[in-house]
């Protein structure tokens, strides 16, 4: 559902900046006015930026090979981060550049009913590519706040369009209102005043992308809901007594790795071992339908070594407790995963 509709914002966003991008340039040539010009560059720089949110999606989707067992998925998140980049350098510092130069050299703004005419035409498209970010969002979004849509979402496309709509948005006024106060005072240092200003949010909306796309290249966990159904789901049935420890690393936005280390009576066989693996994957599957790897280890609980506190699978950040003399209770506990090894 996030990929269809992340496509969906997506394409909606680059018709919208590919229209708006023209109609600023044009208005640009006739009223020599910076902010028209910066905006006409965001609006180009922004259509990339799309086109690069789509090259991402279709690279993500290649099969597996040798060279790369796990797939292309995180090509999504290499393209986000580009994005950022772009939009940073293209968008932002040329947007400064040119407001530099005309609070330095201000002219008066000619033909004022096409900068004025044109932003506002660009404030009603933007607004309907705003609106479908956020209708597909909000399919996804859950009862999660924006802010932590956009810091803990998996999947970077919508994200990337709500912020850069938003900026676009926020970007269109601020130039209708340098414009304007140019006109009324009839001091064109406000163009370059709206223009400077339009340049220090793109690189301020950049760097937030930055920051998380970058957390999604360094590799992120499943989300809290997904790790306790996961682990719901691994001491569901009979044979698998506790989790000793666990990780989970999402590989691309739809395909999440899981990897434990599972108690099992010291007295199961190699066959009714094999068989609760298959069992406690496939309930993993059911309750998580992107956990696409697993890799589950057995291992014999032992509440002596756990109790030492020698536990090489203790996963980072999480305080170790004395478990419960009983394997069982352990899987129930906040500290499961880390209550202790085999050895």
């Known amino acids: 559902?996030?990929?269809?509709?992340?496509?969906?914002?997506i394409v909606a966003a680059l018709v919208a900046n590919l229209a708006i991008a023209v109609a600023k340039f044009v208005?640009?040539?006739?009223?020599?006015?910076?902010?028209?010009?910066?905006?006409?560059?965001?609006?180009?720089?922004?259509?990339?930026?799309?086109?690069?949110?789509?090259?991402g999606g279709k690279r993500a989707k290649r099969e597996a090979t040798p060279e790369h067992p796990f797939g292309y998925g995180r090509e999504r998140y290499i393209y986000a981060f580009l994005v950022s980049i772009?939009?940073?350098?293209?968008?932002g510092m040329f947007a400064i550049y040119e407001g530099y130069e005309k609070i330095k050299h201000p002219h008066e703004i000619e033909a004022w009913y096409w900068p004025v005419g044109v932003l506002?035409?660009?404030i009603i498209v933007e607004t309907f590519s705003f609106r479908t970010a956020i209708v597909e969002s909000n399919l996804i979004r859950g009862k999660r706040s924006w802010k932590e849509f956009i810091r803990h979402s998996k999947a970077p496309e919508l994200p990337v369009v709500l912020l850069e709509d938003l900026g676009a948005l926020v970007g269109l006024v601020l130039a209708l209102m340098g414009v304007s106060l140019a006109l009324v005072t009839g001091d064109g240092i406000w163009d370059g005043i709206g223009t400077l200003c339009i340049g220090i949010l793109l690189i301020v909306i950049a760097i937030v992308l930055a920051a998380e796309t970058k957390s999604l290249l360094l590799g992120e966990a499943a989300g809290l809901e997904d790790v306790e159904k996961i682990k719901a789901a691994i001491v569901d049935?009979?044979?698998?007594?506790?989790i000793i420890h666990m990780r989970t690393l999402h590989l691309g936005p739809e395909e999440l790795?899981?990897?434990?280390?599972?108690?099992?009576?010291?007295?199961d066989t190699a066959a009714e071992i094999a068989q609760a693996?298959?069992?406690?994957?496939?309930r993993i599957r059911d309750a998580v339908p992107i956990?696409?790897?697993?890799?589950?280890?057995?291992?014999?609980?032992?509440?002596?070594?756990?109790?030492a506190g020698t536990n090489p699978g203790k996963s980072p950040g999480v305080t170790e407790t004395e478990p419960s003399a009983e394997p069982a209770a352990d899987s129930t506990a906040e500290s499961a995963p880390d209550s202790g090894n085999g050895h």
Do not use: C
Not at 32 to 44: C, I
Not at 237 to 242: E, I, Q
């Open 1 to 9: 559902m996030s990929a269809s509709g992340g496509t969906k914002a």
């Open 27 to 55: 208005a640009f040539l006739f009223s020599s006015s910076s902010s028209m010009l910066a905006e006409s560059v965001h609006s180009l720089a922004d259509s990339g930026n799309q086109g690069l949110l789509l090259l």
């Open 86 to 91: 772009v939009l940073f350098s293209v968008g």
């Open 120 to 122: 506002v035409f660009a």
């Open 237 to 242: 049935g009979d044979d698998v007594t506790a």
């Open 257 to 267: 790795l899981v990897a434990a280390k599972i108690a099992v009576e010291h007295d």
């Open 277 to 282: 693996i298959n069992a406690a994957e496939t």
């Open 291 to 307: 956990a696409r790897v697993i890799y589950l280890e057995p291992d014999i609980f032992n509440a002596a070594a756990a109790a």
